[in-house]
């Protein structure tokens, strides 16, 4: 229809093998009924290789790049060159000091998992100083010790990552009237309750380039609640995953310099738990490398190394075949390039879900980083009671994205009244899925199907 996809066993497998991926069984069902493959603009997915430069490296590396690393902190290569990427991107000079204040790793692994073992970290942390060392196993936990973690809602799958530790998820609105921008004394409160409510761990997470609005959160409002956080000791993950995914002329706002100026002062006994991820994939378009940084106080990011160890053996090529492309001036060129498209994109897309949807402004947002917005579900779609994605996929052949995006295996959550648009697909791609909704009668207003 609007381009060549892969068949669906090409990413899945075959057609009925059990799956926990929802979105699989959406793809089955629309195959099964005879229908091409579906163009997915649900996920983040791939729609074309990397820059050339990017793949040419991996096959210019040494034979031990391709076997398992020493070191729990990733490749040796690719963490120097972090050290400095992140020092420099961040704007981290004058607030910490390299080595001492803060320190540099890759992820030697996909960025959730970084964010499950923080969360576990805190876990075993607050049981040891409670209880004693675990012995026999991992223990139930009590109500009143639950750990708590605080994000906003909608967001990305933080409750696939730390529910499934015995996290209770609390959150804050974002809002399309409020640009999806948070509250911060509605975020203190519910830090405040939640400290109230347990004797274990609460964790604040900070997505500044907001999946999935695209909204940047401004540098005052990161600031507040970073100061929100500290107030009632709460541990704070920032995830950077879209960092270095803005449109051009905007500086992105750096949590991680707001928090270690926050810091600052600060004796490091007093000092609560804290961890920086950010995502290499998403900004190169490689999600599936798996590829990223991760920043934290050297103490923190030994103890986060001793947990990686019990879960794997960290290695492979990918790593110091990113280290070369952050040192190329190609990948600054790819990412300028990378940042105007998606800006132009997000305009086009305004354009037509105001002109060939009949979308009010209020109907969605188009944001200025990451590769994703948010649209609204048409009010006689929800009036009608229907499944706004499996109708768009019925309809055009087009999978949308969930709006809270659901862990699979766990309950599903409750998508509200509005979905989300991948567009760091190629524009063609993605006007042309818009195109398509518009004939298919999938209009603000209900229009008969064309």
């Given at each position: 229809?609007?381009?060549?996809?892969?068949?669906?066993?090409?990413?899945?497998?075959?057609?009925?093998?059990?799956?926990?991926?929802?979105?699989?069984?959406?793809?089955?069902?629309?195959?099964?009924?005879?229908?091409?493959?579906?163009?997915?603009?649900?996920?983040?997915?791939?729609?074309?290789?990397?820059?050339?430069?990017?793949?040419?490296?991996?096959?210019?590396?040494?034979?031990?790049?391709?076997?398992?690393?020493?070191?729990?902190?990733?490749?040796?290569?690719?963490?120097?060159?972090?050290?400095?990427?992140?020092?420099?991107?961040?704007?981290?000079?004058?607030?910490?000091?390299?080595?001492?204040?803060?320190?540099?790793?890759?992820?030697?692994?996909?960025?959730?998992?970084?964010?499950?073992?923080?969360?576990?970290?805190?876990?075993?942390?607050?049981?040891?100083?409670?209880?004693?060392?675990?012995?026999?196993?991992?223990?139930?936990?009590?109500?009143?010790?639950?750990?708590?973690?605080?994000?906003?809602?909608?967001?990305?799958?933080?409750?696939?990552?730390?529910?499934?530790?015995?996290?209770?998820?609390?959150?804050?609105?974002?809002?399309?009237?409020?640009?999806?921008?948070?509250?911060?004394?509605?975020?203190?409160?519910?830090?405040?309750?939640?400290?109230?409510?347990?004797?274990?761990?609460?964790?604040?997470?900070?997505?500044?380039?907001?999946?999935?609005?695209?909204?940047?959160?401004?540098?005052?409002?990161?600031?507040?609640?970073?100061?929100?956080?500290?107030?009632?000791?709460?541990?704070?993950?920032?995830?950077?995953?879209?960092?270095?995914?803005?449109?051009?002329?905007?500086?992105?706002?750096?949590?991680?310099?707001?928090?270690?100026?926050?810091?600052?002062?600060?004796?490091?006994?007093?000092?609560?738990?804290?961890?920086?991820?950010?995502?290499?994939?998403?900004?190169?378009?490689?999600?599936?490398?798996?590829?990223?940084?991760?920043?934290?106080?050297?103490?923190?990011?030994?103890?986060?190394?001793?947990?990686?160890?019990?879960?794997?053996?960290?290695?492979?090529?990918?790593?110091?075949?990113?280290a070369a492309w952050l040192s190329s001036p190609d990948s600054r060129r790819f990412l300028d390039h990378h940042n105007e498209r998606l800006a132009t994109k997000?305009?086009?897309?305004?354009?037509?879900?105001?002109?060939?949807?009949?979308?009010?402004?209020?109907?969605?947002?188009?944001?200025?980083?990451?590769?994703?917005?948010?649209?609204?579900?048409?009010?006689?779609?929800?009036?009608?009671?229907?499944?706004?994605?499996?109708?768009?996929?019925?309809?055009?052949?087009?999978?949308?994205?969930?709006?809270?995006?659901?862990?699979?295996?766990?309950?599903?959550?409750?998508?509200?009244?509005?979905?989300?648009?991948?567009?760091?697909?190629?524009?063609?791609?993605?006007?042309?899925?818009?195109?398509?909704?518009?004939?298919?009668?999938?209009?603000?207003?209900?229009?008969?199907?064309?």
């Open positions: 229809m609007i381009a060549l996809t892969p068949a669906l066993r090409d990413i899945a497998g075959p057609l009925g093998e059990p799956t926990p991926y929802k979105d699989v069984l959406l793809l089955a069902d629309h195959e099964k009924d005879g229908h091409p493959p579906a163009v997915r603009l649900n996920l983040g997915e791939a729609h074309q290789a990397p820059h050339p430069s990017l793949v040419a490296a991996i096959q210019s590396l040494p034979a031990h790049a391709h076997g398992y690393l020493m070191t729990p902190y990733g490749s040796p290569v690719l963490r120097e060159v972090l050290r400095s990427y992140i020092t420099t991107t961040h704007r981290l000079d004058g607030v910490g000091e390299l080595g001492a204040d803060y320190d540099v790793a890759s992820c030697a692994g996909h960025t959730r998992s970084v964010m499950g073992d923080f969360g576990r970290l805190l876990i075993e942390e607050s049981d040891r100083a409670r209880r004693g060392p675990l012995r026999g196993g991992v223990r139930a936990l009590v109500r009143g010790n639950r750990p708590i973690a605080v994000t906003s809602d909608p967001s990305w799958d933080y409750a696939g990552v730390l529910g499934p530790l015995g996290y209770d998820l609390r959150t804050f609105g974002v809002r399309r009237e409020g640009r999806y921008q948070p509250d911060v004394t509605e975020v203190a409160q519910v830090l405040a309750r939640a400290r109230r409510d347990t004797a274990g761990p609460v964790i604040l997470v900070v997505n500044p380039q907001h999946n999935p609005s695209g909204a940047h959160w401004r540098s005052e409002v990161v600031r507040g609640m970073i100061r929100a956080a500290l107030a009632t000791g709460a541990a704070v993950l920032v995830d950077d995953a879209y960092y270095g995914v803005v449109d051009p002329g905007v500086v992105p706002t750096s949590a991680l310099a707001i928090l270690l100026d926050e810091l600052r002062g600060t004796g490091s006994s007093a000092r609560p738990r804290w961890l920086a991820v950010r995502s290499l994939g998403k900004q190169f378009a490689c999600n599936g490398w798996g590829v990223g940084s991760q920043t934290a106080s050297p103490d923190t990011l030994r103890l986060l190394g001793e947990l990686l160890t019990r879960r794997t053996y960290p290695g492979g090529p990918l790593e110091p075949a990113m997000r305009a086009e897309v305004g354009r037509l879900l105001a002109d060939e949807l009949r979308y009010p402004p209020h109907g969605y947002f188009t944001g200025e980083c990451s590769t994703y917005m948010l649209i609204r579900v048409p009010p006689w779609v929800v009036d009608e009671g229907l499944d706004y994605r499996r109708l768009v996929l019925k309809r055009t052949g087009v999978l949308l994205g969930e709006a809270r995006m659901s862990s699979p295996g766990r309950p599903q959550i409750s998508q509200g009244d509005h979905a989300r648009l991948y567009v760091g697909a190629p524009e063609e791609v993605v006007t042309g899925a818009l195109k398509a909704m518009a004939s298919a009668g999938l209009t603000w207003g209900k229009s008969s199907w064309r």
